[in-house]
């Protein structure tokens, strides 16, 4: 089973760097791809990144290309964002995802965080 907590949220300054992490409490962490989401108030939910299992293949936003970068760490069941040059458009909650088959941009993934604010102040 995949328990997905998220954690590094924030109020930052536009311009700062935050770093989310997402721990899974399971034994098969490595099996699933994982991704990282966001929804502002009023909002869909939109996909920031993802990455493959072993970590090799990412996939990034438009937005955010360039300014946040995905990463895993398989032996600690982590996944990470690193976020820079924050703005204030940034401002979401930030959820993480994993599912068995990668799903990348596509919101169906089988597992989801309970998400972790972000704020960005100009």
């Known amino acids: 089973q995949v328990q997905l907590v998220e954690s590094g949220g924030g109020l930052v300054q536009a311009g700062g760097s935050l770093r989310l992490t997402c721990a899974d409490s399971?034994?098969?962490?490595?099996?699933?791809?994982m991704a990282w989401f966001r929804q502002a108030p009023g909002k869909e939910r939109d996909f920031v990144a993802a990455i493959s299992t072993g970590g090799d293949t990412t996939s990034y936003a438009d937005s955010v290309k360039g300014r946040f970068t995905i990463s895993r760490d398989n032996a600690k069941n982590m996944v990470f964002l690193q976020m820079s040059s924050l703005k204030p458009e940034d401002t979401a909650v930030y959820y993480c995802?994993?599912?068995?088959?990668?799903?990348?941009?596509?919101?169906?993934?089988?597992?989801w965080g309970q998400g972790t604010q972000v704020t960005v102040s100009s």
């Open positions: 399971g034994r098969t962490f490595r099996n699933y791809a």
């Open positions: 995802a994993a599912d068995r088959v990668a799903m990348w941009r596509s919101a169906r993934y089988q597992f």
